[in-house]
């Protein structure tokens, strides 16, 4: 069976567009429903009252039914993929909208195409957290956007970002605002770009020239640097802000070279925090990481040489091994420590190739 509807999305008669929207009733994807990103629930379990309901709610992307009745998605199939599952019981439907011009819709045939769009999706102040709200009609599945204010996010700009994570899907690394755990806004360094599926949060940098201002102080010790002016040569977060990042992060990374080169795969190394736990202190053992690169030496899901303590800042070692998988590292440098004490530097290692040299310590993930 199919069903036409028209409505005009003007806030007057004449808008210049109206929108039309079929069915097809067998068009459903059986078993299957997107999880997560219902954002009203009918009890009325009718298609096509679910349809209309949809169709009729700006927000509406798609819908599902079940015996429950039907739910309203902001989201579609297309948009997040890894939402769309298998899943008994539900009915899963894409809505399909069209613009069609009103001369085509009102019996007069007449026409108001020079008119602005306004579709009405505004009058309802979707947009939180005093988002600005702005109507389209030429594009059936984007009704309105907000724009947010500094630190939110999300498409109603419900989301108090407290990470860079927060702000994932942007494509401009640069400084944004976030909150911490205290409530206050922060700016930090986000990088969104260098590595597929992650969004990384700047929580140190420095050059080799200012390793002495850092080297001496762990990552469980208080040491704020230039904390409200993000930088490559002398950085750092306070340790509370730190902690309220990583308590969104699933992983840590050191870097060298970022602003210079961006992310190269040598002298490198990312970790879990779940597995070495970064913000505490690091007993001289062999820890795990999920990769390490020192001069081009690699190894997978693998321990290192590191610790740090009250006195010493976070380091890996490329001299030492005692057991761990990753062995001293060739053409090492006597006490060579990497990624945080640079108490012999190696010039063929990226980070302490020259003074100006930089080290960076990232907190994020997926």
Not at 51 to 72: I, P, V, W
Not at 196 to 216: D, M, R, Y
Not at 284 to 305: E, F, L, M, S, V
Request: charged share 20%; glycine share 6%; hydrophobic share 25%.
């Amino acid at each position: 069976m199919i069903i036409i509807q028209t409505r005009n999305v003007g806030s007057s008669k004449c808008s210049g567009q109206c929108e039309k929207t079929t069915i097809i009733d067998d068009e459903g994807f059986r078993n299957y429903a997107l999880l997560g990103h219902t954002f009203r629930i009918l009890t009325n379990s009718k298609l096509y009252a679910c349809h209309y309901n949809c169709f009729m709610e700006c927000r509406c992307m798609s819908y599902q039914m079940s015996n429950a009745g039907c739910e309203l998605l902001d989201e579609d199939r297309f948009s997040k993929p890894a939402s769309f599952c298998a899943k008994n019981g539900f009915r899963y439907y894409d809505i399909k909208r069209e613009s069609v011009n009103q001369s085509n819709i009102l019996h007069d045939g007449s026409s108001c195409s020079n008119t602005t769009c306004q579709n009405g999706c505004c009058k309802s102040q979707p947009c939180l957290n005093n988002g600005q709200c702005n109507e389209y009609c030429n594009n059936p599945r984007l009704k309105f956007n907000c724009t947010c204010p500094e630190g939110h996010t999300g498409k109603l700009c419900q989301i108090k970002a407290r990470s860079c994570k927060d702000y994932i899907g942007y494509i401009t690394n640069g400084k944004y605002v976030i909150y911490s755990k205290a409530g206050y806004q922060i700016q930090v360094f986000c990088d969104f770009g260098s590595e597929k599926g992650f969004a990384w949060t700047l929580v140190e940098s420095f050059s080799l020239q200012n390793n002495f201002k850092v080297k001496s102080y762990a990552f469980f010790k208080n040491r704020p640097l230039n904390e409200h002016n993000p930088n490559w040569e002398l950085y750092r977060l306070s340790h509370s802000n730190m902690k309220g990042i990583a308590d969104v992060s699933k992983y840590f990374r050191a870097t060298c070279q970022f602003p210079v080169e961006g992310i190269k795969y040598v002298d490198y190394v990312r970790g879990k925090l779940s597995v070495t736990k970064l913000l505490k202190p690091l007993s001289w053992q062999c820890h795990k990481y999920d990769y390490i690169n020192i001069r081009g030496h690699q190894c997978y899901n693998c321990t290192a040489k590191s610790w740090q303590t009250t006195t010493l800042h976070m380091h890996l070692s490329s001299y030492h091994s005692h057991g761990c998988t990753l062995r001293r590292v060739p053409g090492t440098a006597y006490l060579e420590y990497n990624f945080g004490v640079y108490r012999k530097k190696n010039h063929h290692h990226r980070c302490s190739a020259d003074q100006t040299s930089t080290t960076q310590w990232w907190l994020g993930g997926p």
